[in-house]
Nanobody, 120 residues
Framework: VQLQASGGGLVQPGGSLRLSCAAS????????MGWFRQAPGKEREFVAA?????????YYAESVKGRFTISRDNAKNAVYLQMNSLKPEDTAVYYC?????????????WGQGTLVTVSS
């Protein structure tokens, strides 16, 4: 699976961004999808995951719960991350990933990152 993330940028605290991740290659609907992030000087951390058919219950890191929403459109081979009420500590490079194991999410494929900067 090849993954291409997009939608990052500069946003003020309290603002919103929507990240997208386009997939190609293997059958997208066979994979659970996840988002991760890596802030400067920190390790990559889990953000959110959604199962292969988009039903059931996505799950989130505590730090983003209630502010971020993961979704997917299997007809478009895409997964999204809606980020609301952004905080400066959300600043990071965000990565999408595909994996066969949903919970706990295990990534088999990674996309390149997209930078999100939250600053006034």
């Amino acid at each position: 699976v090849q993954l291409q993330a997009s939608g990052g940028g500069l946003v003020q605290p309290g603002g919103s961004l929507r990240l997208s991740c386009a997939a190609s290659g293997r059958t997208f609907s066979n994979y659970a999808m996840g988002w991760f992030r890596q802030a400067p000087g920190k390790e990559r951390e889990f953000v959110a995951a959604i199962n292969s058919w988009g039903g059931g219950s996505p799950y989130y890191a505590e730090s983003v719960k209630g502010r971020f929403t993961i979704s997917r459109d299997n007809a478009k081979n895409a997964v999204y991350l809606q980020m609301n009420s952004l905080k400066p500590e959300d600043t990071a490079v965000y990565y999408c990933a595909a994996g066969r194991i949903f919970r706990p999410f295990r990534s088999d494929y990674w996309g390149q990152g997209t930078l999100v900067t939250v600053s006034s």
